[in-house]
């Protein structure tokens, strides 16, 4: 069974930029979640969508936005790059999206943007 | 809020020799719990949760952990560490949702 796919896994951009990130997530889960990894703020949550519909927000501005497609792909977009935005973007994929059925999120390897 | 203390952001054992990794959480009601490990360049991986039932939980790669309600704390445990344990651990809490709260990690160094 695949795991979670994010592509592209390494990317660089200028200050100003916009990107997108894809994430495909394990065949029969519903539930994306996205979070940013950096060296000083750690793992936090951006967001997280079931069945198309953004469920869960983290404290984020309004540059980090997200979808979900019909087939559970995900894909997140940061507009306006910053320099602060060079982090690791993890898409992580499980099967149940409401309340704590399951609980167990599984990661994909990351997409590592940096900024210049 | 919820959050996730791990007070040791490095730890270097022997390898053989035995590990615990500490994670307090602050959390109104029953947690759930887990403990991911990441490589570098890569995702995060599970080891354990605990949702509810046994406070001592088994997990992949040898590792175990033990829920105590009273000291808010969820440590990582391994009776002989190896060599490819080397890693960055994380403990995390879920809130609602699949939303995770992340501890700041810990870094294991594992000399030979």
């Known amino acids: 069974k695949a795991g979670v796919t994010q592509t592209p896994r390494y990317l660089i951009k200028t200050r100003g930029q916009q990107v997108t990130l894809s994430c495909s997530p394990i065949s029969g889960h519903r539930s994306v979640s996205w979070y940013q990894q950096t060296p000083g703020q750690g793992l936090q949550f951006l967001f997280e969508?079931?069945?198309?519909?953004?469920?869960n927000k983290g404290n984020f501005p309004g540059r980090f936005s997200g979808r979900q497609f019909s087939n559970s792909r995900s894909e997140m977009n940061v507009s306006t790059l910053e320099l602060g935005d060079s982090a690791l973007y993890l898409c992580?994929?499980?099967?149940?999206?409401?309340?704590?059925?399951?609980?167990?999120?599984?990661f994909g390897e990351g997409s590592r943007l940096t900024v210049l | 809020a919820q959050s996730v203390t791990q007070p040791d952001i490095h730890i270097t054992v022997s390898e053989g020799a035995s590990l615990e990794l500490r994670c307090n959480y602050s959390y109104g009601a029953t947690p759930y719990l887990f403990w991911y490990v990441q490589s570098p360049g890569q995702g995060l991986q599970l080891l354990l949760k605990y949702f509810s039932g046994d406070t001592l939980v088994q997990g992949i790669k040898g590792f175990e952990a033990e829920f105590k309600r009273s000291q808010s704390s969820f440590n990582l445990r391994k009776p002989s560490v190896h060599w490819s344990d080397a890693a960055e651990y994380f403990c995390?809490?879920?809130?609602?949702?699949?939303?995770?709260?992340f501890g700041a990690g810990t870094i294991l160094r594992v000399k030979s």
């Open positions: 995390a809490v879920m809130e609602y949702g699949n939303k995770l709260v």
């Open positions: 992580a994929s499980s099967l149940v999206g409401r309340g704590m059925d399951t609980g167990e999120l599984f």
């Open positions: 969508y079931f069945s198309e519909t953004q469920r």
